[in-house]
């Protein structure tokens, strides 16, 4: 599945717990669970006045699922879906501060 301008389904962005750089998240159709394979970047926002966004840069596939291209260059386009499924796991990177003292 490639997302496209007119995709608004919610998505859902998943990790493995020893695998979170972006290259290995996986981004999925929420209700299908079929991969997205076109996707660039997402940005999430959390907000807690309204609805959570995910704000996804995708390459332009045409009609033949081939990447569109300018000027060498893949043409890029952005779609913002609601309510996105995530799964969020944040990790102590700082190995030289107790988690004691990071907590407080």
Do not use: C, W
């Amino acid at each position: 599945m490639d997302i496209h301008k007119n995709f608004h389904r919610r998505i859902r962005i998943e990790g493995k717990p020893d695998a979170v750089e972006g290259y290995l998240l996986t981004v999925s159709d929420a209700q299908t669970g079929e991969l997205i394979a076109n996707v660039k970047r997402v940005a999430v926002l959390l907000d807690v006045m309204h609805d959570n966004k995910a704000i996804i840069t995708y390459h332009e596939k045409d009609e033949s699922g081939k990447l569109v291209v300018k000027d060498h260059e893949p043409v890029e386009r952005t779609v913002t879906v609601d309510n996105p499924e995530l799964s969020v796991t944040a990790y102590d990177v700082n190995e030289d501060v107790p988690n004691s003292e990071i907590n407080e």
